[in-house]
Antibody
Framework: QVQLQESGPGLVKPSQTLSLTCTVS??????????WSWIRQHPGKGLEWIGY???????YYNPSLKSRVTISVDTSKNQFSLKLNSVTAADTAVYYC?????????????WGQGTLVTVSS | SSELTQDPAVSVALGQTVRITCQGD??????ASWYQQKPGQAPVLVVY???NRPSGIPDRFSGSSSGNTASLTITGAQAEDEADYYC?????????FGGGTKLTVL
């Protein structure tokens, strides 16, 4: 059973960089056919895709966040990470990591529990 | 820009059938996937592809698609099905979520 777990600071100051890590267990992040993803949810709102990365480092980002986002992968640690720079209060959200699988269809099959990040001074 | 549109709220009587819909141009080319989210919890995949359910999802959940519209149907809704439901599809190299539908079971 694949499990994902987010970790990182729960409080970030405005203009600083939000950094989160997702640790994958029960499976290898180097397995092909998967994209390792970040998704966020503003309080009381819907889901917003941030971006994803595959094991070889190919990345795809939400155009609305692309200028501020970097997703990276560390296969030796079975982890992938999110950096979002120049944050504002509008970046306060629950951040989820998830595995996106692409076969004849595409879907997020495993999700982390989510971590709340608050942007405040 | 591309988007997926869902009705904000839907209600269903206990034991009845309800359909939740999702509209968007990306659905003409790609299957939708559907996620159930209960308060304070992470989303859970309930339907994907043409009409597939992950292990452990009751068979009262089913999916269908026609043109630019995907649907999630719950046949015989139970109290525990009350939740937010989100559709999702890929769109070129990006990924889209619908705004979510809050399902109330009466």
């Amino acid at each position: 059973q694949v499990q994902l777990q987010e970790s990182g600071p729960g409080l970030v100051k405005p203009s600083q960089t939000l950094s989160l890590t997702c640790t994958v267990s029960g499976g290898s992040i180097s397995s092909g056919g998967y994209y390792w993803s970040w998704i966020r949810q503003h309080p009381g709102k819907g889901l917003e895709w941030i971006g994803y990365i595959n094991y070889s480092g190919s990345t795809y980002y939400n155009p609305s966040l692309k200028s501020r986002v970097t997703i990276s992968v560390d296969t030796s640690k079975n982890q992938f990470s999110l950096k979002l720079n120049s944050v504002t209060a509008a970046d306060t959200a629950v951040y989820y990591c998830a595995r996106w699988i692409v076969t004849t269809s595409a879907f997020f099959d495993y999700w982390g529990q989510g971590t709340l990040v608050t942007v405040s001074s | 820009s591309s988007e997926l549109t869902q009705d904000p709220a839907v209600s269903v009587a206990l034991g009845q059938t309800v359909r939740i819909t999702c509209q968007g141009d990306s659905l003409k080319s790609h299957y939708a996937s559907w996620y159930q989210q209960k308060p304070g919890q992470a989303p859970v995949l309930v339907v994907y592809g043409k009409n597939n359910r992950p292990s452990g999802i009751p068979d009262r959940f089913s999916g269908s698609s026609s043109g630019n519209t995907a649907s999630l149907t719950i046949t015989g809704a139970q109290a525990e099905d009350e939740a937010d439901y989100y559709c999702n599809s890929r769109d070129s190299s990006a990924n889209l979520f619908g705004g979510g539908t809050k399902l109330t079971v009466l």
